[in-house]
């Protein structure tokens, strides 16, 4: 798990246990990210967390804590972009409780095509204010980057 905070807010006591085809993580409330729109395709799901696994790394797992089961393999776009960045209009930074100037985390979703090859979505990144820990999947106004830019096998 790579998401943390000190908010000291109430469901940080809570434990929930996830079991997921990359292990069984045990998971601190506070280390919950809100969606409060959910992921498109997944509005239900408001409630993630990051997971880390060996097993799949430099890729981690977005994973969901409610009751309808969802994951994603995500990564660092700059993972498949070194140059990758991005800048947030006011509207997301509102959105995020972030301002120009508050650490985010940039997520790229992966998808796979039929013969394996991975793609990732440089587009449309999921970004999470762990200050905050509320996150959202964002489309950054002209955006040149692809929905499927090909991520390099490592």
């Known amino acids: ?36 729109s959910g992921l498109p395709g997944f509005e239900r799901c408001r409630r993630f967390v990051v997971l880390s696994s060996p097993e ?46 508050t650490p985010l ?7 796979f095509d039929a013969d394996g090859a991975a793609f990732v979505n440089l587009r449309a990144p999921v970004v999470i204010n762990p200050e905050r820990m509320l996150g959202f999947q964002v489309m950054p106004h002209n955006s040149l980057y692809p929905l499927r830019h090909p991520l390099a096998s490592t």
């Open 105 to 111: 985390v940039w997520l790229a979703i992966v998808s």
């Open 56 to 101: 799949i790394a430099p890729m981690r797992c977005l994973q969901t804590v409610d009751e309808q089961a969802a994951s994603f393999l995500v990564v660092d776009p700059r993972a498949a972009l070194p140059d990758y960045r991005c800048v947030l209009g006011a509207t997301d930074l509102m959105r995020l409780g972030a301002n120009p100037d």
């Open 1 to 36: 798990m790579i998401l943390h905070t000190t908010s000291g807010r109430p469901e940080a006591a809570s434990m929930v246990r996830l079991v997921t085809p990359f292990g069984t993580f045990t998971v601190a409330g506070d280390e919950i990210v809100t969606f409060p």
